[in-house]
């Protein structure tokens, strides 16, 4: 029952920018995106998130299209250390009922000198 | 300001035998959940919890799991009568409220990686 859809693997030049997509088409008005990521099986680690506007921060930006229904993640110039799975999510919390990531497969980003 | 414990960090139990991991959250924080992964798979949610209370139990097997936050001491995932197929790695997550509105959101622990032989 995931809500995104990613493509599973990614290569990406060090120093070079890595834009990541991810689809979620069946997202509703009120449920955010957001972006971790997860290095040898760490716990996952937050990135950015968003709603509607497009969003940045020390890490990463986030474009969101108009229509809501896909994303991308930029990571401006990636290293070595950037190389993890990266999942898209969609953010269910509806008041007091619920509060729950939806994750999707991810997409295992390699990043390579 | 430490981040979100999760303790053993490793777990092996015969089938049969009973698990239970053990989650505290960032100071500060008062919602707990919990999610699994099995190998090659992104996180599934299993529950969501604040202190005494479960609020959404959604993602939990109908059987054998449970799971608690007590007023003092920290949230217990709990699986009875383990079988291979609960081998899987756990993860707890904290944070100081539900709704997209705040912040960073979850803060993810480091999980239980729970192996059944």
């Known amino acids: 029952d995931a809500k995104t859809t990613q493509p599973p693997s990614m290569d990406c030049a060090e120093g070079r920018a890595a834009n990541l997509p991810c689809n979620h088409s069946?997202?509703?008005?009120?449920?955010?995106v957001y972006w971790y990521r997860q290095i040898h099986s760490q716990g996952p680690r937050y990135i950015i998130h968003?709603?509607?506007n497009n969003e940045t921060n020390e890490m990463a930006s986030l474009i969101i299209t108009e229509d809501r229904k896909s994303s991308t993640l930029i990571l401006p110039h990636a290293t070595l250390r950037d190389t993890a799975v990266y999942y898209c999510?969609?953010?269910?919390?509806?008041?007091?009922?619920?509060?729950?990531?939806?994750f999707g497969t991810g997409t295992r980003l390699q990043v390579f000198p | 300001n430490a981040g979100v414990m999760q303790n053993p960090r490793h777990l092996v139990r015969r089938r049969g035998q009973e698990a239970r991991l053990r989650c505290s959250p960032m100071?500060?924080?008062?919602?707990v959940y919990w999610y699994r992964q099995l190998p090659e798979e992104g996180l599934k949610f299993m529950v969501y919890?604040?202190?005494?209370?479960?609020?959404?139990e959604s993602g939990m097997p109908k059987e054998r799991f449970s799971a608690e936050f007590p007023k003092e001491g920290p949230s217990i995932l709990r699986i009875q009568q383990v079988v291979r197929g609960d081998s899987a790695a756990y993860f707890c997550?904290?944070?100081?409220?539900?709704?997209?509105?705040?912040?960073?959101?979850?803060?993810f622990g480091s999980g239980t990686r729970l192996t059944v032989v």
């Open positions: 999510i969609v953010r269910v919390a509806g008041g007091h009922n619920t509060d729950k990531l939806i």
């Open positions: 069946t997202i509703s008005g009120n449920e955010y």
């Open positions: 968003g709603l509607k």
């Open positions: 919890l604040q202190k005494e209370n479960i609020i959404d």
């Open positions: 997550a904290s944070s100081p409220g539900p709704g997209g509105r705040i912040g960073n959101g979850y803060t």
């Open positions: 100071k500060g924080h008062s919602h």
